[in-house]
């Protein structure tokens, strides 16, 4: 699958990285209609909730919640997204219950791989696909779990360390040509598209 464009625009200066990420996720998201309500936890960027226009959504940001406690999923939702944020966690397994006991259709999960520790405020996990599929596969039948990465991406980040500065250093025939790769075995992003 070939990475959109007007992603790629947006996230410039941001997290250039995370575009095969959010084009997957668009792709998928184009065939759904989902309406109703929605929360983000950690609330990012906003791109994930850009792409569900018809979801009337809130912001959950953290100290004030905590993805991982009861007391900040005091109703349910019919979409979740925790985009970025369980690797924060001390306890990802507890998020991803009660994302699952409080979502009613939809929740949309990223990860990183292989990153740097980024602390904010701390940093704790890296989570594979498969233990994402397994922690989520008691409360959702349909899991979509991917992930894209290469050794050459892992390492450009490292060396520019997510910044634009990749822009102007990396051809762009050869930037596009490493987007478009993917290697299993060397993810940097992972996300799960999970239904109920």
């Keep these: 699958m ?32 989902v309406k109703g309500e929605g929360v983000e936890f950690g609330g990012t960027n906003g791109i994930i909730q850009d792409m569900l226009p018809q979801v009337k959504w809130e912001v959950r940001n953290y100290p004030q919640y905590d993805i991982t406690r009861e007391s900040s999923f005091e109703r349910n939702w019919d979409v979740i997204i925790a985009d970025q944020v369980l690797e924060h966690t001390s306890k990802p397994w507890e998020a991803i219950r009660l994302i699952g006991e409080h979502t009613k259709r939809m929740a949309i999960i990223t990860v990183p791989f292989l990153i740097g520790i980024h602390p904010s405020p701390h940093d704790y996990w890296r989570m594979t696909p498969r233990i994402i599929n397994d922690l989520a596969k008691p409360y959702f039948p349909y899991r979509d779990i991917q992930s894209w990465g290469s050794a050459k991406v892992n390492y450009w980040h490292a060396i520019y360390n997510r910044t634009s500065m990749l822009l102007a250093n990396i051809p762009e025939p050869e930037l596009e040509a490493e987007l478009n790769n993917n290697d299993p075995k060397k993810p940097f992003v992972i996300w799960a598209i999970l239904s109920k």
């Design 2 to 33: 070939k990475y959109r464009k007007y992603t790629i625009g947006r996230l410039i200066g941001n997290d250039y990285w995370r575009t095969v990420m959010y084009s997957h996720i668009s792709e998928k998201l184009a065939s759904e209609t």
